[in-house]
């Protein structure tokens, strides 16, 4: 009752001196229609505008107002209000229509977590088709980076999960706000701040990161003193990535077409032989002869092109590839084949490293009534007598402190219930640094957003590489570990993934069950529920003779296998010595027993110790059980 008298008080002032509230504003851009904004704790309202004017926020039937700061600077805060909408949130005569209260995530990291869901994520096609939720939207930070601290993000809009606008979010994003909706019966929001093949040294203020020992402390230390240098540089830097950018974006259409026409002269360009060689750069065009007796039916298998591709045949524009899909099998129209001879053109761009490739052994050819026509072999190709190089673009971003400066640091006045993290992958060459400097970063966001210790809840690196039954000096696995180490921190939770990874794919495409594996941890660590969220996880271990006996904890009904009936993944060994696989069973509901090697009187045992080791213990729920090392004598 003393709530709703207050809001009445407020809103008979607000009615009464409303011409007071009348000078212009201006707001960050997270705040704009469609955005969602926290329920159930103080949302922070802030901007811009003329100092000693006054400003006037409402939303819900909440109202609050004060005055603008000698600096141009506001900050208001509305009460904690619960969940719903939509809403109108006005500041002073600024209107921003369909708001929603709900769960807002901050989504960061690197690419698998920016890993969108139109790029050939394993069960996209029934979430397009379901046509999204209105109560879902996303917040896409743009890719940026500054050597001084930003007070906005340079871009970026509230987007409705509608079915077009959804197939650019992120696909883990997507599943745990969708479970986040459907359990919690509220609107969610999911805010991603993340960019592919970033350390995590960039998401992390480089003032602390020159305060810590590590490979990243001289670096830090230069951007810090060098400001002034490091602006210029960058904004050079930019330069040229916006002008790389425009020039990749797309082809000159006349050129193309004529390029890719089958009586172009390409006398002048070189040789190659795809797949076997691929000494392409810049924008790449590559060139190659084949002929058909009819025109009917014929479909290209080229699904290997790195990264993006603009595929012509006889001059037309055949396919278009984006970054992170395949090429898929295309069916060739039949009035763009010409009976005899034919030529195949491809335009081919890899931003990353500037080094596109084309082709696969035994994956490039025509398809013909079940015949086969190969496309390897001698191709002709131009790095530039097409179109000219492209400018250097350094991965300054990478560096310590810039996106932080310029994709964090504006939105931690933006009330969040947690952060959702996906990244690791380019740390992983120096995982004995990674629990220091992810313990930072983690620390100095919840410092900086101010809310205590939020939720912060991180995935593990997946299985990749080739399978290697011993490998106890694999890097990743270390890195791994050093995750495993982080959950020393209050409220964080870690998904393990060691299961449905990639051998071949740094990328893998089952981003469903981790987006519900985190929401898993959620319901744990954020809302405080008793569920069964984490595989089997080490507890304990005695020895008995020639065997180890393992207690796991979150074993919920009890250890089980996903297939066979040999538990895999362990090796033993001295500390410092040769390792071997080693035999282990399921004991009972909780144990595992392991048989050590005979003269093995002290050393290690270790579990799912490998860039890509074969495993299968689980829970009830079929989560992994997590990789760990421990000593034994």
């Not at 329920?39 to 006037?56: D, F, H, L, M, S």
Request: one cysteine or more.
């Amino acid at each position: 009752m003393k709530h709703i008298w207050k809001l009445f008080t407020l809103f008979i002032l607000f009615s009464c001196e409303s011409s007071k509230f009348e000078s212009e504003v201006t707001l960050p851009r997270l705040f704009g229609d469609g955005m969602v904004v926290q329920r159930e704790e103080t949302i922070y309202v802030w901007g811009k505008g003329v100092p000693g004017e006054n400003v006037r926020v409402s939303l819900a039937g909440a109202i609050t107002s004060g005055t603008v700061e000698a600096d141009s600077t506001w900050l208001l805060k509305l009460p904690e209000l619960p969940a719903g909408g939509p809403y109108v949130l006005e500041v002073n005569q600024r209107k921003i229509n369909d708001v929603y209260i709900g769960d807002v995530w901050v989504a960061g990291g690197q690419s698998n977590m920016e890993w969108r869901l139109k790029s050939q994520v394993i069960g996209a096609e029934k979430e397009f088709s379901e046509g999204g939720n209105p109560q879902i939207r996303f917040f896409k930070v743009p890719n940026s980076y500054s050597a001084v601290k930003l007070d906005d993000v340079v871009g970026g809009e509230w987007k409705v999960a509608d079915s077009v606008n959804m197939k650019d979010f992120s696909a883990i994003g997507w599943f745990f706000a969708k479970r986040n909706n459907a359990e919690k019966k509220v609107p969610v929001g999911i805010i991603e701040s993340n960019w592919g093949g970033t350390p995590v040294e960039g998401w992390t203020d480089a003032e602390i990161l020159a305060e810590m020992e590590g490979s990243f402390n001289e670096q830090a230390t230069d951007v810090i003193e060098n400001n002034e240098s490091w602006d210029a540089k960058l904004k050079e830097n930019e330069a040229n990535r916006q002008k790389r950018d425009s020039m990749v974006s797309k082809p000159d259409s006349l050129t193309a077409m004529k390029v890719a026409e089958l009586g172009y002269d390409d006398a002048n360009w070189r040789k190659i032989n795809l797949p076997q060689a691929n000494p392409l750069q810049h924008i790449a065009w590559a060139r190659k002869k084949f002929t058909v007796a009819n025109t009917a039916g014929v479909v290209l298998h080229l699904p290997n092109i790195d990264q993006m591709a603009y595929v012509y045949l006889n001059g037309q524009l055949l396919h278009y590839k984006d970054w992170g899909t395949e090429l898929p099998e295309l069916e060739i129209p039949s009035d763009m084949l010409l009976t005899g001879t034919n030529v195949l053109t491809i335009r081919a761009i890899n931003t990353w490293n500037n080094q596109p490739s084309i082709g696969k052994s035994d994956e490039m050819y025509l398809l013909q009534s079940g015949k086969k026509t190969s496309l390897e072999g001698t191709w002709t190709y131009s790095n530039s007598a097409v179109e000219s190089q492209l400018p250097k673009v350094e991965w300054y971003n990478w560096m310590p402190g810039m996106m932080y400066n310029a994709m964090i640091v504006p939105i931690t006045k933006y009330t969040i219930k947690g952060a959702i993290w996906y990244q690791g992958e380019s740390n992983a060459g120096r995982p004995e640094e990674y629990k220091a400097l992810f313990s930072a970063m983690i620390t100095n966001w919840r410092d900086d957003w101010g809310l205590g210790n939020f939720p912060f809840l991180f995935v593990q690196l997946a299985n990749f590489m080739e399978r290697k039954a011993v490998q106890p000096e694999s890097s990743w696995a270390f890195l791994r570990e050093a995750q495993t180490q982080t959950l020393e921190l209050p409220n964080t939770g870690m998904v393990t993934i060691i299961d449905i990874g990639e051998a071949n794919d740094i990328h893998p495409r089952n981003k469903k069950d981790v987006g519900e594996r985190l929401w898993l941890q959620a319901r744990k660590v954020a809302f405080g529920e008793k569920n069964l969220a984490s595989g089997p996880q080490f507890d304990s271990l005695y020895r008995q003779g020639n065997e180890l006996m393992i207690k796991f904890r979150s074993v919920g009904e009890g250890l089980r296998l996903t297939e066979g009936d040999t538990l895999k993944g362990f090796i033993a060994g001295k500390e410092n010595g040769d390792f071997q696989q080693v035999g282990a069973m399921i004991f009972n509901k909780e144990s595992v027993k392991v048989v050590l090697p005979d003269g093995l009187e002290a050393g290690e045992i270790r579990y799912a110790w490998a860039d890509n080791p074969e495993v299968n213990l689980v829970n009830n729920l079929n989560l992994p059980a997590e990789p760990f090392r421990r000593k034994f004598e």
